[in-house]
C-alpha cells in the first residue's frame, strides 16, 4: 500500500539536504572571495607583490569611491552597457531570424554552411580595423564589432537546435495537415526556448567583449576606454576597478536572463 506519510518524509529530508547544499555552495564561494581579497591585500601590502603594479582591494575600494563621487564611473559604466546591450538585442534578433531562414530553407543552410563554420572559427576582433574604416571612429563601429562578436555563435546554435528538434513531433503536426508554418510555431520554437536562452547567456559575454575592444582602439569613454587611459598614464587601481566592474556586470546580466529564463519556463 502507498504510504503517504513516508514519502512527504521523504520529500521533506530531500528539500533539506538541497538547501542546506545550496548553502554550503553560497558559503564557500563566498569564503573563497573573501579569502582571495585578504590574500591579495596581505600580499600587497607585505611586498610580497609589487602594490604599484598589481594594485590593492583597498586601493581600488579608494578609487571607486573617489570615480563614484564624481560621476566619472556611472558615466563609463552607462556608455559600456548602452553599447553591450545595443550589439547583444541587434545580434540576438537578426542571429535567430537567420537560423529560423536557414532552417527554413534547406537549399540556402547548406551552400551557408561552410562559410558560417569559417567565419565562426574567425577571430571576430581581427575584423575590428577593418569596421572601423568603414564606419569611422565612432559608437556605431563599437557596437558593429559587439554584433558581429555573437551573431555568428547566435545563427549555428539556435539553426543546430531547430534541426535537433523531436522528429515524431513533427511527423504528428505534418500527418494532422499542420503547415510549416505552424510546425515551426507550435513545435520548433517552443522546443527550442532552452536553445535560445542559452545562446543569450553566451551572447552577454561575448557582447561584452566587442564592445571592450571597440572601445580600446576607438573609444572616447567607456569601461574599455577607461582601461586603455588609466594603464597609459600608470593608474592601475583604477584598471582593475575597471576589470571589477566588468565582471560584476556580466554576472548581473547573466543572472537577469537566467531569471527571465526561469519565470518564461514556469508559464509554459
Excluded at 20 to 37: A, D, E, G, M, Y
Excluded at 114 to 127: C, D, G, H, M
Excluded at 210 to 223: C, S
Amino acid at each position: 500500500m502507498y504510504d503517504i506519510k513516508a514519502q512527504s518524509a521523504k520529500q521533506l529530508e530531500f528539500i533539506r539536504a538541497y538547501k542546506k547544499r545550496k548553502c554550503i555552495v553560497l558559503f564557500s564561494r563566498t569564503f573563497l572571495l573573501i579569502f582571495f581579497l585578504f590574500l591579495w591585500e596581505l600580499c600587497a601590502k607585505s611586498g610580497i607583490i609589487d602594490e604599484f603594479i598589481f594594485s590593492c582591494p583597498s586601493a581600488i575600494i579608494t578609487s571607486a569611491i573617489q570615480m563614484l563621487s564624481d560621476g566619472s564611473l556611472l558615466y563609463h559604466i552607462w556608455i559600456t552597457l548602452s553599447e553591450t546591450v545595443t550589439g547583444f538585442v541587434i545580434g540576438t534578433i537578426i542571429g535567430t531570424a537567420a537560423a529560423t531562414l536557414l532552417w527554413w530553407n534547406k537549399t540556402i543552410s547548406d551552400i551557408l554552411q561552410p562559410y558560417l563554420v569559417v567565419l565562426n572559427s574567425l577571430p571576430k576582433t581581427a575584423l575590428a580595423p577593418i569596421i572601423i574604416v568603414w564606419l569611422g571612429n565612432n559608437t556605431s563601429s563599437i557596437i558593429l564589432i559587439a554584433l558581429l562578436t555573437s551573431v555568428i555563435i547566435t545563427i549555428m546554435s539556435v539553426l543546430q537546435g531547430f534541426i535537433e528538434t523531436d522528429s515524431d513531433k513533427i511527423k504528428l503536426i505534418r500527418i494532422f495537415g499542420g503547415t510549416k508554418p505552424q510546425i515551426l510555431k507550435e513545435v520548433v520554437f517552443p522546443s527550442n526556448i532552452p536553445v535560445i536562452f542559452n545562446a543569450l547567456k553566451i551572447n552577454i559575454g561575448l557582447s561584452f567583449v566587442g564592445v571592450i575592444v571597440g572601445e580600446f582602439l576607438v573609444g572616447k569613454a567607456g569601461l574599455g576606454y577607461l582601461i586603455v587611459y588609466s594603464s597609459q598614464v600608470f593608474k592601475l587601481d583604477r584598471v582593475m576597478l575597471s576589470v571589477a566592474v566588468l565582471a560584476i556586470m556580466a554576472a548581473v546580466m547573466y543572472r537577469i536572463i537566467t531569471a527571465v529564463e526561469n519565470k518564461f519556463i514556469s508559464k509554459h
